[in-house]
């Protein structure tokens, strides 16, 4: 084997960065205090990593999804790929809760548990004028500054539509978010580069701050949310990507699997979107004017870990630790309130407590039983965050095949290196139809 670590293949550079990094986590975890040291020397590197392909997320998403509006129209009516899009998102996300509340029942995580130590933790029941406001924000100066993608997806497509609607006086405008879009993925292009270190210092993070003992007290819980990432990742995506895709599941992780081994690592969406974007167009072979419309918009809405699988298991856990029993009719509540309230989570860590609140709330279950599981929400927010993004990847499969614009040979081809550069476009020519690649 070649020595030279920086001449592996990439996903070998990353699963070094991996193991080394539990190693490191797991010895500093038995020497003294793990978390305070994980504070003072793992989590700043990790965080900047982060933070540098956070960054670049807002102008992204912004021009991705104006570019995007345009292109659609050549591809599709831009009406119905939208609600197609968010029909699957809608069905994903129900099959994803009743996998959830099914694991929960089965394995009953909240029963037989000793008094657990409550980390304090202060929720606000998510309202309906929170999501509309998310929506439509009343400064999208504001929005962008503070994270708020989803109204960023708004505005955009207002905007790709305006732009559209103005014809040639908005060509020059057109031409301008093209740009910015090519700025954006050579950005992103060289943070993701630096994937091997950032993951080095984030799992060597979560690793040393928990170790085993912490999940002793909540093993039945962190199982059950595990096992139902499992079987829907495995099993519930498997079967629609062969039912309505038509395409090998198998090969659709392989393609899927450097987004969703970041995810894992990284416990965010958004952080993410840049790398799924890319596997979504240059490895599974969805045409780049839907991805670069349908990626933004799942990593904002979907999220069928944080927003489905865990609500429906820790209520359940929260119900059999309180004592208190659920009927049919408050399933059903769990289940409504898990699919509908993904519009008030958004794609950073932490997410999940917004989608729990509610769901909590619905059934009319204790907020303060919440408490008790802070303390391992890190460890199971990566499964959540990697079951996000696989759904994220799942739907643009499921509807670019129903619209023709899945290119089988792309999906089936040897996955495509994701650390070479975006093509350039040639000297005096637009970029307007180069293939989008996020990273």
Do not use: H
């Not at 040639?168 to 993701?192: H, P, S, T």
């Not at 799992?203 to 007290?217: E, N, Q, R």
């Not at 045409?287 to 670069?292: K, T």
């Amino acid at each position: 084997m070649n020595v030279r670590v920086w001449k592996w293949q990439f996903w070998q550079q990353i699963v070094l960065a991996l193991v080394l990094g539990a190693a490191v986590g797991a010895l500093i975890n038995t020497f003294g205090d793990g978390g305070a040291i994980a504070e003072d020397w793992l989590d700043p590197f990790g965080g900047v990593y982060v933070s540098l392909l956070k960054v670049v997320v807002v102008p992204l998403v912004f021009a991705a999804i104006v570019v995007s509006v345009g292109r659609l129209r050549g591809v599709g009516g831009v009406a119905r790929l939208t609600a197609k899009t968010l029909g699957w998102f809608v069905v994903t996300s129900a099959i994803a809760t009743a996998v959830g509340l099914t694991v929960g029942l089965l394995v009953r995580p909240g029963e037989g548990l000793g008094r657990l130590a409550s980390e304090s933790t202060e929720t606000d029941p998510v309202t309906w004028t929170q999501v509309l406001e998310n929506l439509f924000p009343s400064n999208i100066v504001n929005a962008m500054a503070e994270g708020n993608v989803l109204g960023v997806v708004t505005f955009a497509v207002l905007f790709g539509a305006a732009l559209v609607a103005v014809g040639e006086r908005g060509e020059r405008l057109a031409a301008l978010a093209d740009d910015l879009y090519a700025v954006m993925q050579k950005i992103v292009w060289w943070v993701v580069r630096l994937t091997p270190v950032g993951s080095f210092f984030l799992i060597a993070s979560v690793v040393a701050t928990y170790g085993p003992d912490s999940l002793a007290p909540l093993a039945k819980f962190t199982g059950a949310i595990y096992l139902a990432v499992a079987i829907m990742l495995l099993v519930g995506y498997p079967v629609l990507l062969r039912a309505f895709g038509r395409v090998s599941p198998v090969k659709f992780l392989r393609n899927s699997w450097p987004a969703i081994q970041f995810a894992f690592v990284s416990s965010s969406s958004l952080a993410t979107l840049p790398i799924a974007q890319r596997v979504s167009v240059e490895r599974n072979g969805v045409r780049s004017e839907y991805a670069s419309f349908a990626q933004p918009l799942g990593a904002t809405i979907k999220f069928d870990g944080c927003g489905a699988i865990y609500p429906a298991v820790a209520a359940i856990f929260v119900a059999q630790y309180t004592g208190v029993s659920l009927g049919l009719a408050d399933y059903a509540l769990i289940a409504l309130a898990a699919v509908i309230g993904q519009l008030g989570t958004g794609g950073t860590p932490g997410p999940a407590l917004v989608a729990l609140t509610l769901t909590l709330t619905t059934v009319g279950l204790p907020l303060q039983a919440v408490g008790y599981l802070i303390a391992i929400d890190k460890v199971i927010d990566m499964a959540r965050t990697a079951l996000n993004v696989t759904g994220q990847l799942t739907v643009p499969v499921l509807v670019a095949r129903s619209e023709g614009l899945l290119d089988d040979e792309v999906f089936n081809a040897p996955p495509a290196d994701l650390t070479a550069a975006p093509a350039e476009p040639a000297a005096g020519e637009r970029p307007r139809d180069a293939v989008p690649a996020a990273v």
